[in-house]
Every structure is written in structure tokens, then in C-alpha cells.
């Protein structure tokens, strides 16, 4: 396969990523239009957090003048499952070279689940869909920029389309997974730090408490039933 028909394949596999990162690039840059960071911004977020339930998070980070510590700590509870996604692609990104930095950085939930599913370990096709996502994130992103200093109208809820975003992938998961361990300590261990710790601080919490049951009891996440019976 040449670059040509990699490309060609690349942008077919990635086609239902764009009309998403379009969307939720969009919303985002809108948001950040209106507490008053402007197109660099929203180019320069997309370009090197690329991260969107982050970049998300970070608008109020920003705009409400959180600490360093606190927003480190929270980009790595928020982004912690990139911890187990980079374990899993070792094999796949081996002998990348010199676009290995890039792939490592340019993970997001989509491109893994497309290079994980492909089964040609092709590495210029796995280059190709990073960047083709990447890109489409960067355009949402500025777009949504431009669309909130031309258009005046109230923003109020756009920030909801991430949590629609999120709702969506976890009824998606319910119905098709057996498994629903997961799931539930999830859900349990957010509401649980959300009634302690209050609406404003239960993101760290809950997501260091999430990590470390799930870790606890990855032989019930995994396979749902005990492996000593």
C-alpha cells in the first residue's frame, strides 16, 4: 500500500471522528469565546492539550484561576486511562522511529479504537489517522472560535454536548457489554464524592477512588465473576 491509498484509507476510517470532533470542536471553542480567550487559544488548545473532556474541564480552570498543582492533578485523573492505553500499544507504535512522540501524544479514545482494530500493523496508515484526527479536532476548535466572536447569543449549556457525548458512549457500553462491574463503581464512586466533597471539588476524588477499585478488583471488571470459584 502506498501513501496515497494510506491516506485514502486513512480519511474513510476516520470519517465518523470528524463529523464528532467537528461537533464537540466547535462547542468547545464557543465556550471559549465567551469567557473571553479568543482564536489563538482555541487553536493553540487543540493543537497541544488536544484533549476534549480536558480542554473542557480547563475552561473553568482557566477562567476561575486554578493552581498549578490543581490543574495537573486533575489533567491526570481526567486522563489516567491513557495510562492503560499506552501499555496496550507498545507492540503496535514499536518501531515507529521518529513519529512515535507523535502517536503517543496524538492518542485520543477514537484514534485507539481504530488502530486497535486495525489488523495490518501498517505504521504510516496509524500515523495517518492520528494526524487526519488530530486535525479535525484543531479545525473544530478554531471554528467554534470564530463562530462565537461573529455570532452573539447566549452560550449557556453548550458545555452540555461533552456530558450528551459521554452519556451516549456509556449507554453504548451498557448494552453491549455483559459486564456492568465497571460501570456501576463508576457511577456509585462519583456520587458518592459528589454528596462529600460537593459539585465543585468531587472530580479528583471520585476519579482517584475509580482507579484504585477498579484496580482492586480488576479480576470481577475483567471477567464478572471469581476466579476462585
Same mark, same amino acid.
Given at each position: 500500500?502506498?501513501?496515497?491509498?494510506?491516506?485514502?484509507?486513512?480519511?474513510?476510517?476516520?470519517?465518523?471522528?470528524?463529523?464528532?470532533?467537528?461537533?464537540?470542536?466547535?462547542?468547545?471553542?464557543?465556550?471559549?469565546?465567551?469567557?473571553?480567550?479568543?482564536?489563538?487559544?482555541?487553536?493553540?488548545?487543540?493543537?497541544?492539550?488536544?484533549?476534549?473532556?480536558?480542554?473542557?474541564?480547563?475552561?473553568?480552570?482557566?477562567?476561575?484561576?486554578?493552581?498549578?498543582?490543581?490543574?495537573?492533578?486533575?489533567?491526570?485523573?481526567?486522563?489516567?486511562?491513557?495510562?492503560?492505553?499506552?501499555?496496550?500499544?507498545?507492540?503496535?507504535?514499536?518501531?515507529?522511529?521518529?513519529?512515535?512522540?507523535?502517536?503517543?501524544?496524538?492518542?485520543?479514545?477514537?484514534?485507539?479504537?481504530?488502530?486497535?482494530?486495525?489488523?495490518?500493523?501498517?505504521?504510516?496508515?496509524?500515523?495517518?489517522?492520528?494526524?487526519?484526527?488530530?486535525?479535525? &479536532?484543531?479545525?473544530?476548535?478554531?471554528?467554534? =472560535?470564530? #463562530?462565537?466572536? @461573529? /455570532?452573539?447569543?447566549?452560550?449557556?449549556? $453548550?458545555? %452540555?454536548?461533552?456530558?450528551?457525548?459521554?452519556?451516549?458512549?456509556?449507554?453504548?457500553? &451498557?448494552?453491549?457489554?455483559?459486564?456492568?462491574? =465497571?460501570? #456501576?463503581?463508576? @457511577? /456509585?464512586?462519583?456520587?458518592?464524592?459528589? $454528596?462529600? %466533597?460537593?459539585?465543585?471539588?468531587?472530580?479528583?476524588?471520585?476519579?482517584?477512588?475509580?482507579?484504585?477499585?477498579?484496580?482492586?478488583?480488576?479480576?470481577?471488571?475483567?471477567?464478572?465473576?471469581?476466579?476462585?470459584?
Amino acid at each position: 500500500m502506498n501513501n496515497k491509498e494510506r491516506l485514502k484509507k486513512a480519511f474513510k476510517l476516520t470519517i465518523p471522528v470528524l463529523t464528532g470532533y467537528i461537533c464537540l470542536g466547535i462547542g468547545f471553542g464557543i465556550i471559549l469565546e465567551a469567557k473571553g480567550y479568543g482564536l489563538l487559544w482555541a487553536f493553540c488548545m487543540g493543537l497541544f492539550i488536544y484533549a476534549g473532556s480536558m480542554q473542557y474541564v480547563a475552561v473553568d480552570l482557566i477562567s476561575g484561576g486554578a493552581s498549578l498543582i490543581a490543574t495537573a492533578l486533575t489533567t491526570l485523573m481526567v486522563n489516567a486511562r491513557h495510562l492503560f492505553y499506552g501499555v496496550s500499544m507498545i507492540e503496535k507504535y514499536k518501531g515507529t522511529g521518529k513519529k512515535k512522540p507523535y502517536l503517543m501524544m496524538s492518542l485520543t479514545d477514537e484514534t485507539y479504537s481504530l488502530v486497535v482494530s486495525d489488523n495490518t500493523n501498517d505504521k504510516r496508515l496509524y500515523f495517518f489517522i492520528s494526524l487526519f484526527n488530530h486535525c479535525y &479536532w484543531v479545525v473544530g476548535c478554531t471554528l467554534g =472560535s470564530l #463562530i462565537g466572536s @461573529v /455570532l452573539n447569543f447566549n452560550t449557556n449549556g $453548550v458545555e %452540555f454536548v461533552l456530558t450528551a457525548l459521554f452519556v451516549t458512549v456509556f449507554v453504548e457500553q &451498557w448494552l453491549t457489554s455483559k459486564n456492568h462491574i =465497571s460501570a #456501576i463503581i463508576g @457511577v /456509585l464512586s462519583s456520587v458518592v464524592c459528589l $454528596v462529600l %466533597f460537593g459539585k465543585d471539588y468531587f472530580l479528583i476524588p471520585s476519579m482517584v477512588v475509580i482507579t484504585v477499585v477498579l484496580t482492586l478488583f480488576r479480576k470481577y471488571t475483567v471477567s464478572g465473576v471469581d476466579n476462585n470459584d
